[in-house]
């Protein structure tokens, strides 16, 4: 079965960057669209980006576009969000999402499919 394993969430000091990985099993990666959420507490998950399967087509919510970039690499099964400038409004738990419209940018959270368990990022002030 489809299975996605996110890892590089850590705690940081603002303005600082992280990537994080999101590991596919069981999929063909390329014929899925990929998406990074976050879910900050005590509030909704949300959108965050989104890559085409072949990663030439991406999307970005307002509050991270200019500081955080999206990529894959479909021969490794590796989805991946690059996050610069980061602030303390940040933190929150980020999930990885596959959803099989591969030739799409998908930004709606009820499109994808599968999901990741998330993982922690804390950005300190």
């Known amino acids: 079965q489809v299975q996605l394993a996110e890892s590089g969430g850590a705690l940081v000091q603002a303005g600082g960057s992280l990537r994080l990985s999101c590991a596919g099993s069981?999929?063909?990666?390329?014929?899925?669209?990929m998406g990074w959420f976050r879910q900050a507490p005590g509030k909704e998950r949300e959108f965050v980006a989104a890559?085409?399967?072949?990663?030439?087509?991406?999307r970005f919510a307002d509050s991270v576009k200019g500081r955080f970039a999206i990529s894959r690499d479909n021969a490794k099964n590796t989805l991946y969000l690059e996050m610069n400038s980061l602030k303390p409004e940040d933190t929150a738990v980020y999930y990885c999402?596959?959803?099989?419209?591969?030739?799409?940018?998908?930004?709606?959270?009820?499109?994808?499919?599968?999901w990741g368990p998330g993982t922690q990022v804390t950005v300190s002030s």
């Open positions: 999402a596959a959803a099989t419209r591969g030739s799409l940018v998908v930004t709606v959270q009820s499109l994808y499919t599968n």
């Open positions: 069981g999929l063909t990666f390329s014929n899925y669209a």
């Open positions: 890559i085409a399967g072949n990663g030439r087509l991406s």
